[in-house]
């Protein structure tokens, strides 16, 4: 039981951040962006940080293109434009999953070194032909710091 607590504890503290949002109705519409801010203060060791998409089984592609917009502390930001695949050709979805619900831990951006102390801010937007695009139930954000 010791053991199990001191495992869990120990990947918990590389966390920086974690957080999702759930999609109204399932139904993801390009003016519904999800933001999430947080703070840094350890400029020193580098981060992985990841998209966490969680669809069901009505999420007609087997994958879907993300715009993703970062903001730093001093007022710049960067916009990607990523595509990910969530599913093999034969309709094989990636990732882990209970019932209908499939979740992915997508890279986005790997050894990251944040420039400055202060908060951060990362919005995700779907940029697929259809507006209001179904099937995703959440979309969230995680920052691991690297270990040593």
Do not use: Q
């Amino acid at each position: 039981m010791l053991t199990i607590a001191l495992m869990t504890a120990s990947c918990g503290k590389n966390v920086v951040f974690t957080d999702s949002l759930p999609v109204p109705g399932r139904v993801w519409t390009l003016d519904n962006s999800a933001s999430f801010s947080f703070n840094v203060e350890d400029t020193v060791n580098s981060n992985n940080i990841f998209l966490v998409l969680r669809t069901g089984s009505s999420y007609p592609y087997r994958n879907i293109w993300l715009f993703v917009t970062t903001s730093a502390p001093g007022g710049s930001s960067i916009t990607d434009t990523l595509s990910y695949d969530l599913a093999d050709e034969n309709g094989n979805w990636y990732g882990k999953g209970f019932g209908d619900i499939h979740e992915l831990k997508l890279p986005y951006r790997l050894n990251v070194f944040f420039p400055y102390t202060g908060n951060y801010r990362v919005s995700i937007s779907h940029a697929m032909r259809n507006a209001a695009l179904k099937g995703v139930c959440d979309v969230g954000l995680r920052v691991e710091r690297n270990e040593k």
